[in-house]
């Protein structure tokens, strides 16, 4: 494989050579593609610099952007439907999660078959899967809207899921709950499946109920995976976009429009460059902020 | 009897229980399966068929979507269309009964093609500087080497709209706006810190001692890399592999964000098949059909190895 020439060269590399060599290109390409852009963002939300205008004279308008934003009534209104969205999946998507992956540990005949069959959802375009959701809630035609008629006998066509303002945000919830459960399920089985069998054997000589056993032993020992499990959704459904944006496109009004779609009306449909780019910098300092108080929370249950 | 179930350990679920999680569990995949199948009856459908209420189970099939999906259309008078030869083929049959003539191919096949060529281009570099990086960090003392992996985990918290304004002020000054090089770097930047985690659980398993042994053979460290390493971690390389891949193929943001034409994969393009007076739904279903059926063929094919990589290589046994 190696030719004789190249093999004498790296031969006579260091370790120390060869794990900087084996490193730099994915540094460099995250330099490049994430940390200058990172930095680039930084100064221009200092700016009023707009992409469609780039030869208007740049002016330097020191924390005005970040002060602007933090008292933006709509700033916070875009964070209050991110944080219904974000704790409502997550809530659903971990107790749906949690349970099925209870119930898959039980280990019926063809179990493996059936967790890949509920995998698919989350393997999906979320921006497909919107898309075609959005027929789906078509209050005429759509299945969606058959089935809740055919079961609660309101007509098909009385209720709107992304048109109307008290629906929406729950037709969003909807919609990444079918997505995204395989995925709470997948992490929380993997956590069930780490519990040695021993733990219960001891439980069931001492005649430890059921109920005991799921409350002081698989709950607890299972716990540390949950948690993974809503940091990663919670992450997650924070950046939330492209499911989002394609089936109500943050409306009726602003009544879906969760913090990346303010972003992204921002800075490319008004191309307030300057204004979304101080924005960007405060969602992403919130998310790592939350993420990292939350993992150390993490630690400690781990530690436990 | 007691032969039977003092074989089985103590705690295995009683039948009963079994079949009862079975049940549940089936009728969960049941429901949960019923959008996409429906997506996939869909593009079957003539038009008339799929906005029928209520909604229609049995149907007469139509190719109607895939034709739609596949070519555009222009409506002409009946006179027009009597004076025309005969119909080039299926779609322009069809077409012909709703008085209108193939004009020429969509744009369906140039925008796979490029979720093709973005995909593979990008899952290829991912995994080819992720397996260098992860072996780097995994077997060598690197300064600050937790911080770097962090620094390497820390990029996948950015929102992608946070990220596409300064690339595209970048890709706009450097040339790349709309181009496939341009989005296969970007989806290589945000799957490398993926394949790099995923990579380096992986290659922290296979023992050291396998290389020093090729070594005191006579191997150099780069040799023992290819000839011991590699072989070793084919599993994981396939499995990072099919998480970038996946990755790559469904991405929207970036795709809707930074393309319009050249390089505009299918995500950003299978929205806006609109027909007259709206969606042109069994041309939207067909679209999407052909475009998830790939993913869930690799899903079904390849389940052994998804958990690891879903679990983003934080969940080890």
Known sequence: ?304 | MTSATTAHSVVEPSATTRRFAGSLVVLYAIITMIPLVWIMLTAFKSPDDAISYPPKVMFKPSLEGFCNLFTTRSRQTPEFIRSLGPPQGLCDSIARERNMVVAGPSNYVPRFVNSLIIAFGSTVLAVALGTLSAYGFSRFRVPLKDDLLFFILSTRMMPPIAVAIPIYLMYRTIGLSDTRLGMILLYTSVNVSLAVWLLKGFIDEIPREYEEAAMIDGYTRFQAFVKVVLPQATTGIAATAIFCLIFAWNEYAFAVLLTSGNAQTAPPFIPIIIGEGGQDWPAVAAGTTLFLVPIVVFTVLLRKHLLRGITFGAVRK
Not at chain 1, 8 to 24: E, K, V, Y
Not at chain 1, 72 to 78: E, G, L, V
Not at chain 1, 212 to 229: D, E, G, V, Y
Request: charged content about 15%; overall charge positive; proline content about 5%.
């Open chain 1, 1 to 304: 494989m190696v030719r004789p020439g190249v093999a004498r060269r790296i031969r006579g590399l260091s370790d120390r050579a060869l794990a900087w060599l084996f490193i730099t290109p994915t540094i460099v390409l995250l330099l490049a593609i994430n940390i200058f852009p990172l930095l680039w963002t930084i100064y221009l939300s200092f700016t009023n610099y707009r992409a469609n205008r780039a030869n208007v004279p740049m002016i330097w308008l020191g924390a005005d952007w970040y002060q602007s934003i933090l008292t933006d009534p709509d700033i916070w209104a875009a964070m209050q439907v991110t944080a219904h969205f974000v704790i409502w999946t997550v809530v659903i998507e971990t107790v749906l999660g949690f349970g099925l992956a209870y119930l898959i540990d039980k280990k019926f005949r063809g179990h493996g078959m059936w967790t890949t069959i509920i995998l698919l959802p989350m393997m999906l375009s979320p921006a497909v899967v919107g898309n075609f959701w959005t027929f789906l809630y078509q209050p005429q035609i759509g299945l969606f809207n058959y089935v809740v008629a055919f079961f609660t006998g309101r007509p098909a066509s009385s209720f709107q899921m992304l048109g109307d303002v008290t629906l929406s945000p729950w037709a969003i919830v909807i919609v990444d709950a079918w997505m995204w459960t395989p995925y709470v399920m997948l992490i929380c089985l993997a956590g069930l499946r780490s519990i040695p069998d021993y733990i219960y054997e001891a439980a069931e000589v001492d005649r430890a109920s059921k109920w005991r056993q799921f409350w002081s032993i698989t709950l607890p020992m299972a716990l540390p995976f949950i948690m993974l499990a809503v940091l990663f959704r919670g992450i997650e459904n924070f950046k939330m976009f492209d499911m989002v944006n394609l089936l109500t496109g943050g409306g009726p009004g602003s009544t879906t429009e969760v913090a990346s779609i303010t972003l992204k009306r921002a800075a490319f449909e008004s191309w307030r460059t300057g204004y979304s780019s101080a924005f960007a910098i405060i969602l992403f300092v919130t998310v790592f902020g939350l993420a990292n108080i939350y993992v150390k929370a993490l630690n400690k249950v781990k530690s436990r």
